[in-house]
């Protein structure tokens, strides 16, 4: 089968693999049909650190012998660990990432446990592809809202900083939630018109205000992100580090600065179970217009290479690299 498989940092070929074979009983070969192109995929082809991997965590397959389209949960967790039995299966000692440390799905086809997938029945089953996101995003809306009440307000200014695909969902989720009841604010570096924002209640600004959230929620990924962050939350106020962090950017803020400013300092390290997998498909079920609208372009196999060394999304939607047949 085809695959696009890392050799190196900004290195990924596209090579021809031997198709894979179910090995344990719960085991099913999958045809992937849709992989949407994560910022994750991007940072983890620069670092080149994962070689011989098959990348692609946003996976669509269809299975031979069933009708319809399934969405993956990537993340194979043992169920027996401390942490599997606390139900933070993220943090599982044993945890096998498709897609990042085991081969995922920018190929043909994808050996994965039949628990792991999860059935949809959208009308465009290219929408699959934001269940992934869209679950880890519920996860961190819900981290947010039970630690909305350390605020000293109840109706928080918020502030979602970067307007990719991580603060588009954050910010969906957090305007539709009946427990949030704050004014969402949106900083972006760029000036691209992000058509999703006509359809929150949000408002863009071109500089952050200092003193001015109560919470930011940093959702670029990027170094300047978060030290813009630190900067501007208010006194007694919280930062929630959403986007995932360069691997040798250190806190950019004093500890002494951090105590004195009272600032609350909440992460999410993005992960699905099946609460929340179940949840992302009920949101785009509801939805599908909006979602619909953060689909970008559509791509072959053959280009993904390129996409990946040379990252740039249409502003506010996913690339999808396309695996079925005509
Ligand atoms: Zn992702
Ligand atoms: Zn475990």
């Excluded at 198709?19 to 992989?35: K, L, S």
């Excluded at 389209?69 to 498709?98: D, I, K, M, P």
């Excluded at 930011?216 to 030290?227: D, N």
Aim: hydrophobic residues 40%; aromatic residues 6%.
């Amino acid at each position: 089968m085809k695959a696009a498989m890392l050799q190196d940092a900004n290195r990924v070929e596209i090579c021809d693999l031997p198709n894979p074979i179910a090995t344990q009983a719960d085991e099913v070969v999958a045809d992937v049909q849709y992989v949407g192109i994560c910022k994750t995929d991007e940072q983890l082809t620069r670092e080149g650190q994962m070689k011989g991997v098959v990348l692609g965590h946003e996976v669509v397959c269809q299975l031979p012998e069933q009708v319809g389209y399934f969405a993956l949960n990537n993340e194979l967790s043992c169920g027996v660990c401390s942490y599997c039995r606390e139900g933070v299966t993220s943090h599982c000692t044993e945890l096998r990432e498709l897609g990042v440390n085991e081969h995922g799905g920018y190929a043909e086809q994808i050996c994965v446990p039949q628990s792991s997938l999860y059935k949809f029945e959208f009308q465009n089953p290219l929408l699959g592809v934001l269940v992934e996101p869209i679950s880890c995003a519920v996860r961190g809306i819900e981290r947010i809202l039970s630690a909305l009440k350390l605020l000293p307000v109840s109706s928080p200014n918020v502030l979602v900083i970067g307007g990719g695909m991580s603060g588009t969902l954050i910010s969906y989720l957090l305007a539709q939630s009946p427990q949030f009841d704050g004014s969402l604010f949106l900083h972006d570096i760029s000036t691209a018109e992000l058509a999703w924002t006509k359809q929150v209640a949000i408002e863009r600004l071109a500089e952050p205000l200092q003193d001015h959230a109560h919470l930011v929620v940093e959702c670029s990924g990027s170094v300047a992100g978060l030290a813009t962050a630190m900067r501007v939350v208010r006194r007694a106020g919280m930062v929630c580090v959403y986007g995932v962090p360069e691997a040798d950017c250190p806190l950019p803020i004093a500890a002494h600065d951090l105590f004195m400013r009272e600032i609350t300092v909440l992460t999410s390290f993005a992960g699905a179970t099946v609460q929340t997998m179940q949840q992302a498909i009920a949101y785009i079920s509801k939805d599908e217009s909006f979602f619909e609208g953060l689909l970008g372009r559509q791509i072959s196999l053959q280009e993904l290479p390129e996409q990946l060394i040379h990252w740039g999304p249409l502003p506010g939607t996913r690339t999808v690299v396309m695996l079925e047949e005509g």
